[in-house]
């Protein structure tokens, strides 16, 4: 799996959805069910919560493998949050 960053003010339309192992027609009709970016934009600004973190983490990969994730993945997405001074995260699945 890789990590990616981005800056959490990049428009949903300058994204683009490649994985594989999943139906992307939900997605491709509403991007925000899995990048949820201008709901919480939104709520940013209407103050029910705190401002976005700068960066976006994501990840993109096949996960068949929990231990992996536990072990390898969560501790780097945690550090990169903790650097941006992050205090909460919004974990997506797809």
């Given at each position: 799996y890789t990590i990616r960053t981005y800056p959490s003010n990049t428009p949903l339309e300058a994204l683009a959805f490649a994985h594989g192992h999943y139906d992307h027609t939900a997605v491709e009709q509403?991007?925000?069910?899995?990048?949820?970016?201008g709901?919480?934009?939104?709520?940013?600004?209407?103050?029910e919560i705190g401002e976005l973190a700068p960066t976006v983490i994501s990840f993109m990969g096949y996960q068949?493998?929990?231990?992996?994730?536990?072990?390898?993945?969560?501790p780097l997405i945690v550090e990169a949050a903790r650097k941006?001074?992050?205090h909460a995260?919004?974990?997506?699945p797809a």
């Open positions: 509403d991007p925000q069910v899995l990048v949820p970016l709901h919480l934009q939104d709520m940013a600004a209407a103050g068949p493998d929990l231990t992996r994730v536990v072990d390898e993945l969560i941006d001074g992050a995260a919004l974990l997506v």
